[in-house]
């Protein structure tokens, strides 16, 4: 299969989401007009109220994107970095972006070179904050909440990566050395 038709299917599945949104719409509106228009006024109603937290996730991943590069950020993973590599692992997995399999290969790659067990379990639990998205949790669920679910989450990070550290030391046999 050529590059140009793999391009031209990809354009083709973008459509059938928003082309299936404005026929489902066409449908309610050819049966329940009223419906429809209240339908249509409550989602731009909520697309306004996320444009500028939207816009803001977009201006941050992009600077993230051009200063912080994923493999400057995997260097300080290092299994003897001890509690300054674990903040580190934490803060990498919080301002890491893209899909999570795509860090994957690296990160077996950084543990077969000495990072530490802990270290990725801590950077994989971080993933799930992430601070480009805050304006928008905070729009819709409130500040204090927010703020007590990221406190936990990133607890719970560092709970699982010493936990997952403990475990698969435990289980992993001593070098032999004599």
Request: with cysteine.
């Amino acid at each position: 299969m050529s590059n140009r038709t793999t391009r031209k299917q990809s354009a083709m599945r973008m459509i059938y989401f928003p082309a299936s949104v404005i026929a489902v719409y066409g449908i309610i509106f050819a049966f329940m007009p009223d419906r429809a228009f209240l339908a249509f006024k409550s989602s731009g109603i909520i697309f306004f109220n996320i444009i500028i937290p939207l816009s803001l996730v977009f201006i941050l991943m992009i600077v993230l994107n051009l200063f912080l590069k994923p493999a400057y950020i995997a260097s300080f993973l290092g299994k003897e970095a001890g509690i300054k590599g674990i903040i580190l692992s934490m803060t990498a997995g919080i301002i890491s972006t893209g899909p999570i399999y795509a860090w994957y290969p690296m990160l077996k790659e950084l543990k077969a070179q000495g990072a530490g067990n802990s270290s990725i379990a801590v950077f994989l639990n971080s993933r799930a904050v992430k601070p480009f998205l805050l304006p928008i949790m905070i729009s819709y669920f409130g500040c204090l909440y927010v703020a007590i679910l990221t406190v936990f989450t990133i607890t719970g990070s560092l709970v699982a990566g010493y936990t997952v550290g403990a475990l698969v030391e435990k289980k992993m046999p001593k070098p032999n050395i004599s």
